[in-house]
């Protein structure tokens, strides 16, 4: 158990690499790049890490027991980030491999520049809502937005998938009043959809302890990208 009261970030992943395979973190309080470009350890985490916990990450397992701040898992090559909790924004930014699954809800700019590469396909999974700018310029990779207790409210923000020209997109939601830029298609899962949606619901339900089959008695919508140049749409008058 390492105690991050009164430490820097450099003193707690010192403590974590000597800890070997497996180390505890309590009393954290807001420091920055936990777990940075870590592999091989698994970490539980206490408290509120700050931005960038697990920035680079390679492998390594990250567990944190309430919320995290922005940019969780900032171009993260591999491995697996879970909060139970909120995290801030541009979660997973340039995220090329690994996962990250939260319990609650996500800020801004989720998913920003996400990208993919051979067998790195990097998956984030969003159990509440996400902010605006969800999946901006994503290039790979497969975002999952359930909206568990959205209470009414859109389960993503304004200007979702702006830029986008690669990866997937799925809403648990019929989006009849979420807008769209006119590079990506929106359509209703299909059965082969649905399929591969359940292996993130069945994910996410084991980490957090909610029921799969009730999650999926709901409609998704796969959002991809339908033009092979999108920025010509966005910034080239025609």
Do not use: W
């Not at 777990?35 to 960038?52: H, K, Q």
Request: aromatic share 8%; with cysteine; hydrophobic share 40%.
């Amino acid at each position: 158990m390492i105690d991050a009261g009164g430490m820097d970030f450099r003193g707690i992943n010192d403590a974590i690499r000597e800890a070997g395979s497996v180390a505890a973190v309590k009393n954290c309080l807001g420091q920055r790049f936990i777990c940075a470009g870590m592999s091989d350890v698994d970490v539980t985490i206490e408290g509120v890490p700050g931005n960038a916990l697990g920035a680079y990450l390679n492998g390594a397992t990250v567990t944190v027991a309430g919320n995290a701040q922005d940019a969780v898992g900032d171009t993260m090559n591999d491995g697996r980030i879970t909060v139970f909790g909120n995290i801030g924004d541009a979660a997973g930014y340039a995220m090329r491999g690994g996962s990250i699954y939260v319990r609650d809800n996500a800020g801004y700019r989720a998913g920003i520049h996400m990208k993919a590469y051979k067998d790195k396909i990097p998956v984030m999974v969003i159990g509440g809502c996400a902010g605006s700018f969800l999946g901006e310029y994503q290039a790979g990779g497969v975002i999952v937005v359930l909206g568990l207790n959205a209470d009414g409210r859109r389960i993503v923000g304004n200007f979702p998938c702006t830029g986008m020209h690669g990866g997937k997109m799925i809403l648990r939601s019929d989006c009849v009043d979420i807008k769209f830029p006119s590079q990506v298609t929106a359509r209703a899962a299909t059965p082969e959809d649905l399929a591969e949606i359940r292996k993130y619901v069945d994910e996410y339900c084991r980490l957090f302890g909610t029921d799969a089959a009730e999650l999926m008695d709901h409609p998704f919508t796969v959002v991809t990208p339908d033009s092979s140049n999108p920025y010509k749409q966005l910034y080239v008058a025609n």
